[in-house]
């Protein structure tokens, strides 16, 4: 087996990047990697545009529009999340 080019990008790398390249916080170098991985890859490519379309879906929404009983939620779950 042969070992990967430097330019070679692990999807989990990829996961690991994509907030910075969606807020364009990346290198030229990490964002050529970035983008010349999802050409070859689709699973990253449909993950790429899962988060872009998640983040569309949320800025339409209004924290007023959730019942307070799903903002509890939603907030005991993220708390739980951060501590680990």
Known sequence: MSSPLPT???CKELVELVTN???Q?????EQT????????CTGC???????R????????L???ALPPTVQ???????RRWKAG
């Open 25 to 29: 916080a990346l290198s030229l170098e």
């Open 45 to 51: 490519k449909e993950y790429l545009r899962q988060i």
């Open 8 to 10: 070679d990008l692990a």
């Open 33 to 40: 990697r970035f983008e010349h991985h999802l050409t070859m």
């Open 21 to 23: 390249y969606l807020e």
């Open 53 to 60: 379309s998640t983040i569309d879906i949320s800025r339409k």
């Open 72 to 78: 509890n939620e939603l907030l005991t779950v993220f």
């Open 62 to 64: 209004a924290e007023h």
